[in-house]
């Protein structure tokens, strides 16, 4: 007799990074997590002064949501403060992806996830090193999901 596969959520890490945001999509397929990303890893901006760059951004990054659908989605949150404070870039994209009117758009701390690293020891086997960060949001969402659920 063959079993069936149940598909979980699917939750979205995106890590902002200078100019482009980085995209994960995790979905647990039976007792594996499977990285369904695919081609949609990151969406760059060349130029976030020019309105037309910002639009093609915010269309590219919604498009990528619509194709996926996820269920959840969050972002890193970076530091508005201090030394090592991100630049107005990346609080501009952060803007455009929480506009997606479908699945609200949350900010989890960095500390938050290196806790959830060091409790849960979760596999991190993202694509690309590049995409470890938004992996490691993903996994921590996905848990937190399927933690609500049951």
Request: net charge positive; aromatic share 8%.
């Amino acid at each position: 007799m063959m079993e069936l596969q149940t598909s979980g959520p699917v939750c979205c890490g995106i890590e902002l990074s200078a100019r482009r945001a980085i995209f994960v999509f995790l979905r647990r397929e039976g007792a594996a997590v499977a990285d369904i990303t695919g081609k949609n890893a990151q969406v760059s901006i060349k130029d976030e002064d020019d309105p037309e760059q910002v639009r093609r951004f915010y269309h590219a990054t919604h498009a990528v949501f619509e194709r996926m659908r996820p269920d959840r989605i969050a972002i890193i949150q970076r530091k508005k403060r201090g030394h090592f404070a991100s630049g107005g870039t990346t609080f501009k994209l952060e803007g455009l992806l929480q506009l997606y009117p479908r699945v609200d758009v949350t900010l989890v701390a960095p500390v938050i996830l290196r806790q959830y690293a060091k409790e849960h020891r979760p596999d991190l086997t993202p694509r690309s090193r590049y995409q470890k960060n938004a992996y490691l949001l993903a996994s921590y969402r996905l848990h937190e999901c399927e933690r609500a659920a049951g």
